[in-house]
């Protein structure tokens, strides 16, 4: 079992219908969004436990608990095979390849701009890498709990995977990178994304296709990964849209 705390990532466990123990609420909380959780937890008939903050301080690890946490099955990542699987049923599919990202606040930005922008999956390395973790469902408003998300135990060997059922994949590079928006994305894509002071290993930038950039005009020559990571998430599904619409009015 594992716990999942804060009031977004326990509606999205509520709602998305994995089997959940219990939840529980601090007394003093009434506010609205308490009073949405208390909604979600009836309509499944999922029991209500009220409780002082000091005892959810306590079974949640953390005082960033807003109030509420929930007591679920362990989280389950998907087997890469079930992700290329869905892909290959798609026009244009994205997935995200982190190498080494260490820090679980970036993993769960990055987690829901894949799910917001509309990314296929993401895959993550299983040793030296930020896992999904109550605190990284937290960080991803509890996208974590509906994107596929693979566990790999060799991300360069996952890319010549990838490129054996059609990927094309992209490397992003701060500073040695085409600008992102000069390529057409014709096919399915993997972005890979670096780790947040080393950026990509040498072995994983050799496998990548094309190293991109974001074009930068301020005095500032770098983002964050996980906003580096989301600007060109929405670029990729933005191009494939707006190819979409032209095709429709065609």
């Known amino acids: 079992m594992q716990i999942i705390y804060g009031i977004h990532p326990v509606a999205e466990a509520l709602r998305d219908g994995g089997p959940i123990e219990k939840v529980a609420l601090a007394r003093e909380e009434k506010t609205r969004a308490i009073s949405k959780i208390v909604q979600l937890a009836s309509r499944r008939k999922v029991p209500l436990v009220f409780a002082d903050r000091e005892y959810l301080n306590t079974v949640a690890g953390t005082r960033h608990h807003q109030g509420v946490i929930c007591i679920s099955e362990e989280y389950r990542y998907t087997g890469i095979d079930k992700i290329l699987s869905d892909c290959a049923s798609q026009e244009n599919a994205l997935l995200l390849i982190l ?15 894949s799910l917001c922008f509309g990314a296929a999956g993401l895959i993550i390395p299983e040793n030296r890498a930020a896992s999904v973790t109550p605190a990284v469902i937290k960080a991803s408003a509890g996208a974590a709990l509906h994107l596929p998300i693979a566990r790999v135990v060799n991300i360069s060997r996952t890319i010549d995977r990838l490129k054996e059922d059609g990927f094309w994949i992209y490397g992003a590079d701060a500073c040695c990178g085409e600008d992102l928006t000069s390529h057409d994305y014709s096919t399915h894509a993997a972005l890979v994304l670096g780790s947040e002071g080393k950026g990509i290993r040498p072995l994983v930038r050799k496998k990548c296709d094309v190293l991109i950039s974001i074009p930068i005009t301020g005095s500032i020559d770098s983002l964050n990964v996980s906003v580096a990571g989301g600007i060109i998430i929405y670029e990729v599904t933005r191009h494939w849209n707006s190819l979409r619409a032209q095709g429709e009015r065609g």
């Open 99 to 113: 190498d080494s990202i260490t820090d679980p606040q970036n993993l769960g930005s990055l987690i829901r701009s």
